[in-house]
């Protein structure tokens, strides 16, 4: 059974960092692409960043050149790296993982959410 477990969420100041981890357990097959999503109260669910199979990046607007996501395929593990944290930053951080299980039936594989809240 494929399980997502993501960590380092927090509060931290403006202008401050946080890394997100997701780190997964569990056989995916062809994994196609991971993602970070982030939803704000009363505001629909966002990409945020995602690194497909062949290593390319794709940010949404609101973080380029603040957010930076990698991966690293011996510790099963996708990370967010935040930097100059904003107030509007504030969510559940949704890992998410596209792959297929040994019937080759496709799926989105999605974390628990971390919480992380920027104070001004």
């Known amino acids: 059974q494929v399980q997502l477990a993501e960590s380092g969420g927090g509060l931290v100041q403006a202008g401050g960092s946080l890394r997100l981890s997701c780190a997964r357990s569990?056989?995916?097959?062809?994994?196609?692409?991971m993602g970070w999503y982030r939803q704000a109260p009363g505001k629909q669910r966002e990409l945020v960043a995602a690194?497909?199979?062949?290593?390319?990046?794709n940010y949404a607007d609101s973080v380029k050149g603040r957010f930076t996501i990698s991966r690293d395929n011996a510790k099963r593990t996708v990370y967010l790296q935040m930097n100059s944290l904003k107030p509007e930053d504030t969510a559940v951080y949704y890992c998410?993982?596209?792959?297929?299980?040994?019937?080759?039936?496709?799926?989105?594989?999605w974390g628990q959410g971390t919480q992380v809240t920027v104070s001004s």
């Open positions: 569990g056989i995916i097959f062809g994994i196609t692409i």
């Open positions: 998410t993982i596209s792959g297929a299980d040994y019937t080759g039936q496709k799926h989105d594989y």
């Open positions: 690194i497909t199979s062949g290593g390319s990046t």
